[in-house]
């Protein structure tokens, strides 16, 4: 594919609902990341992935988020009943390796009402 | 923990114009450092990176371990480098950049 890419691009849901965000990375990348993107509030870690190792899981701000990585490619992020401080742009991206260059995909905005 | 500060969050200039967005760390170790920028309706990507020592669309970045700054600059602002600018530390042997909370720049004509 052309680079990583994030579907839906936005998705509104309702507070307590659940939502699941994906994530295809570039082919071949073994590194996987999942930003949040916040206004004001720059871009906060929350979860990666390197090839078939544990997940690196610090970043994840309650028990409410969750993340998969099936067949070490693609990713699902997982929010369950759903707050309205969850609204942010959910942010994805792939790197080859883990030391070399990430690219970021388009991004999932999700609101929250 | 590692931290990134960009004091400003935003930043605007006339065309022609030097520019510096400031990017200051702290970190107990030597880091990796990065600047990324955002151009409106694009995704986030890589500008440059200090180990790399190079310069990207007219833009340089040095590393100063003293101060702990990487501050981006460019001498002439052009309108297209509108954007948001965001510095990242990489720990050494870590692979999870921080980010800063970002600069919009905003060159005017």
């Known amino acids: 594919g052309a680079g990583v890419s994030q579907s839906p691009s936005n998705k509104v849901t309702e507070k307590g609902k659940d939502v699941e965000l994906r994530c295809d990375p570039i082919?071949?990348?073994?590194?996987l990341y999942w930003y949040r993107q916040s206004l004001g509030q720059g871009l906060e870690f929350l979860i990666y992935?390197?090839?078939?190792?544990?997940?690196?899981k610090s970043g994840l701000p309650s028990d409410r988020f969750s993340a998969e990585r099936t067949g070490g490619s693609v990713s699902t992020l997982t929010i369950q009943r759903t707050q309205q401080e969850d609204s942010a742009v959910y942010l994805c991206?792939?790197?080859?390796?883990?030391?070399?260059?990430?690219?970021f995909g388009q991004g999932t905005r999700l609101t929250v009402v | 923990a590692q931290r990134v500060t960009q004091p400003e969050k935003l930043l605007s200039v006339f065309k022609g114009a030097p520019v510096e967005l400031k990017c200051n760390y702290s970190?107990?170790?030597?880091?990796?450092l990065f600047w990324y920028v955002q151009y409106s309706r694009q995704r986030l990507q890589l500008l440059l990176r200090?180990?790399s020592r190079e310069s990207i669309k007219g833009f340089t970045a040095d590393l100063n371990k003293g101060e702990t700054s990487f501050h981006l600059k460019k001498p002439f602002a052009q309108e297209e480098d509108s954007a948001m600018y965001y510095c990242?530390?990489?720990?050494?042997?870590?692979?999870?950049?921080?980010f800063g909370r970002g600069t919009s720049l905003i060159v005017h004509p």
């Open positions: 991206a792939s790197s080859l390796t883990r030391d070399s260059e990430a690219f």
């Open positions: 082919s071949g990348h073994t590194a």
């Open positions: 992935f390197q090839g078939n190792s544990a997940p690196d």
């Open positions: 970190y107990s170790g030597s880091p990796e």
């Open positions: 200090h180990i």
């Open positions: 990242a530390l990489r720990p050494r042997g870590s692979y999870i950049p921080t």
